[in-house]
């Protein structure tokens, strides 16, 4: 046949196809695998059909490449490529089916910490789990048929029966099949067909894809992980690069940690309160607390509070996170968002306590060292975990959650206190889902109290469990302020990060996870309550901290300045603090106040839209 453009296009068509048919045992069984998986583990839990095409096409690739290999070295990318495939599938069916887990950085280091005794024990304990052998009813059909075909049993089994068949039809008039040589021509054009469409439309969601991986990978910091939203890692490999990388990036960050705590020191100590408690909120929007001019009574207890005199309620204090993760590491370190470096180059104030003669407990009802820990709370708390770290900072932590947060005191009872004491209590607050941070018979509001009509019932409704979760807050904080009433102590209470609840025009609930969020958007996640309670007997004995905290109390700073605040309350005299940071001292000097690491200025973002709540604009409840 001579050559002609037309015969040069039908054969580039056909390479294109090529690997299709030439490379269908490898085709056939990777895509048998990821339906064994997401069939069992779910993931990825939306955008399926987006996913789906960045499948096909990794899986088309990797026939292509494997296509054009030498025939040698094919058959060993093939057998590498597959014992990783069944591998990670199955170790993650077995997870998910066993302990409900994914390939996560926890998963990761715990398999690095287990000794060899402990590998003996689990593995006789994993042959004895029905959710062993439920992978295995998974996984031995599918290799034992791939085996079948690879090694050539299955075409010699369908040689044998078609000589049998065609034995048996000896006797019976042949009818000529005119189609037996333009079939598989057919279906070669029919692969090449689909293969160029499935390119067509599937390589921009493709490219989308791998461009949010490159951005993962090239991150050197594990405070940049949650810019790229999990859903990316769709696969068990690419759920493995994912926990690989965490758990590189945060054992660099942890070991730059230890070696500033290592050295930290506290030269003195001033007499003071007795203990100080810390509460830490969760996803609280200001502008739905009575305490802030909302005008549903979603605080009456701490509303009652202030009005005693007890309560401080500070009204420009903002998070440079609106995540959890981050904003942890802001508030915990000394390092500040407004100069150089990063969370790891300061000192976490729980150690400066220690070393100045109190104890430190830590209850959390979020994350804590847990098996079922997933990348999200990893990136949180991985610092927290650390043996290390963990010794330093904390004399008390607790290994189970409380039922709700309004029992979480009941997680300090196996606590010892000492002299001077250092309480930090972790709430689960206003985290979605709403409706399941209050028990049902603590709905107070319910979605006909909201003139909304640019809002459906359902939105309404979202609201309503919003604000319900806020007035159940209240009675959360004022149970604690009861549990440490009698004392001689000052208890401090703020939010990691605010949320959205249809506000001001923002037509959606929870966070904007962006780099450039609107005015709307800081006000509502990055403006966070803040209010200190101070204890009759505090009040008592220390008037004059007890009139800089009244004083203070409309003084602009950024919560990731905590640690100079408590330090100062505390008389700790360490180079770690700056009085010009902490609100309290004459001494204190309002600075920029940076977000998301020097991305955004607050004061200039919002100076223009002081405005009221959208919820706010209708009678009280």
Same mark, same amino acid.
């Given at each position: 046949?001579? =050559?002609?453009?037309? @015969?040069?296009?039908?054969?580039?068509?056909?390479? #294109?196809?090529?690997?299709?048919?030439?490379?269908?045992? $490898?085709?056939?069984?990777?895509?048998?695998?990821?339906?064994?998986?997401?069939?069992?583990? @779910?993931?990825?839990?939306?955008?399926?059909?987006?996913?789906?095409?960045?499948?096909?096409?990794?899986?088309?690739? $990797?026939?292509?490449?494997?296509?054009?290999?030498p025939r040698r070295f094919a058959r060993w990318v093939e057998v590498v490529v597959f014992a990783v495939a069944y591998g990670l599938s199955a170790v993650e069916v077995f997870l998910f089916l066993r302990f409900n887990l994914l390939l996560s950085p926890t998963v990761l280091t715990l398999l690095s910490e287990t000794s060899a005794d402990e590998s003996s024990e689990f593995l006789s304990g994993m042959v004895r789990s029905n959710a062993f052998w439920q992978t295995v009813a998974i996984y031995l059909p599918i290799l034992g048929t791939h085996l079948a075909v690879v090694s050539g049993i299955w075409r010699r089994a369908l040689a044998l029966w078609r000589k049998r068949r065609d034995k048996a039809g000896e006797n019976s008039p042949k009818t000529p099949d005119r189609h037996a040589n333009s079939s598989p021509r057919a279906l070669q054009w029919g692969a090449t067909a689909a293969m160029c469409a499935l390119l067509l439309v599937g390589v921009p969601h493709w490219w989308g894809e791998k461009q949010a991986l490159w951005r993962?990978?090239?991150?050197?910091?594990?405070?940049?992980?949650?810019k790229v939203p999990e859903i990316h890692f769709f696969a068990p490999h690419y759920r493995l690069l994912h926990a690989t990388h965490l758990v590189r990036m945060s054992r660099g960050e942890v070991e730059r940690l230890k070696n500033v705590m290592d050295t930290a020191r506290v030269d003195s100590v001033a007499p003071g309160t007795t203990d100080i408690v810390v509460v830490i909120g969760e996803?609280?929007?200001?502008?739905?607390?009575? $305490?802030?001019?909302?005008?549903?009574?979603?605080?009456?207890?701490?509303?009652?509070?202030?009005?005693?005199?007890?309560?401080?309620?500070?009204? /420009?204090?903002?998070?440079?996170?609106?995540?959890?993760?981050?904003?942890?590491?802001? =508030?915990?370190?000394?390092?500040?968002?407004?100069?150089?470096?990063?969370?790891?180059?300061?000192?976490?104030f729980p150690l400066l306590f220690r070393r100045a003669g109190f104890k430190v407990a830590f209850v959390t009802n979020q994350f804590y060292k847990s098996l079922s820990q997933g990348s999200i709370d990893f990136n949180g708390s991985f610092f927290l975990n650390d043996p290390h770290?963990?010794?330093?900072?904390?004399?008390?932590?607790?290994?189970?959650?409380?039922?709700?947060?309004?029992?979480?005191t009941q997680l300090l009872k196996d606590y010892t206190p000492g002299r001077r004491n250092l309480y930090l209590l972790h709430l689960w607050g206003q985290h979605m889902e709403y409706d399941r941070r209050y028990p049902s018979k603590f709905a107070y509001f319910?979605?006909?109290?909201?003139?909304?009509?640019?809002?459906?019932?359902?939105?309404?409704? #979202?609201?309503? @469990?919003? /604000?319900?979760?806020?007035?159940?807050?209240?009675?959360?904080?004022?149970?604690?302020?009861? @549990? =440490?009433?009698?004392?001689?102590?000052?208890? #401090?209470?703020?939010?990691?990060?605010?949320?959205?609840?249809?506000?001001?025009?923002?037509?959606?609930?929870?966070?904007?996870?962006s780099d450039t969020p609107s005015a709307e958007v800081i006000r509502h996640e990055y403006e966070v309550p803040f209010v200190i309670w101070a204890s009759p007997t505090f009040q008592r004995r220390h008037p004059e901290v007890a009139a800089r905290i009244r004083a203070a109390r409309h003084r602009p700073f950024s919560h990731d300045d905590l640690p100079h605040l408590l330090?100062?309350?505390?008389?700790i005299d360490t180079p770690h603090y700056d009085r010009t940071r902490d609100p309290l001292t004459d001494e204190f000097v309002v600075r920029k106040r940076w977000l998301r690491e020097g991305k955004i200025n607050y004061d200039n973002s919002t100076r223009l839209t002081k405005k009221t709540c959208s919820t706010n604009t209708i009678p009280a409840h």
């Open positions: 046949m001579s =050559f002609t453009p037309a @015969h040069f296009g039908q054969q580039f068509l056909l390479r #294109i196809g090529r690997p299709l048919w030439r490379q269908a045992p $490898l085709v056939v069984f990777m895509a048998l695998l990821a339906i064994a998986s997401v069939a069992v583990v @779910h993931r990825p839990h939306s955008q399926m059909g987006h996913y789906l095409l960045c499948w096909a096409i990794d899986l088309y690739f $990797l026939a292509l490449l494997v296509d054009n290999l993962f990978v090239a991150n050197t910091q594990s405070r940049y992980a949650e996803s609280y929007n200001k502008h739905h607390a009575g $305490l802030y001019g909302y005008r549903k009574r979603t605080t009456p207890q701490l509303d009652r509070l202030r009005k005693k005199g007890e309560l401080t309620v500070f009204d /420009d204090v903002v998070t440079p996170w609106n995540l959890t993760s981050n904003a942890f590491k802001s =508030f915990l370190s000394t390092h500040s968002a407004d100069t150089l470096g990063t969370w790891a180059d300061g000192v976490l770290l963990d010794s330093l900072c904390f004399d008390f932590r607790n290994t189970f959650r409380s039922r709700d947060d309004r029992s979480i319910h979605p006909e109290d909201y003139d909304r009509p640019d809002l459906d019932a359902l939105q309404r409704q #979202i609201i309503a @469990h919003y /604000d319900n979760a806020t007035r159940y807050n209240d009675g959360v904080v004022a149970d604690i302020v009861r @549990h =440490f009433r009698r004392r001689d102590v000052l208890l #401090i209470y703020f939010a990691d990060h605010g949320e959205e609840v249809y506000d001001d025009g923002v037509n959606r609930y929870g966070r904007v996870h330090l100062g309350l505390a008389g």
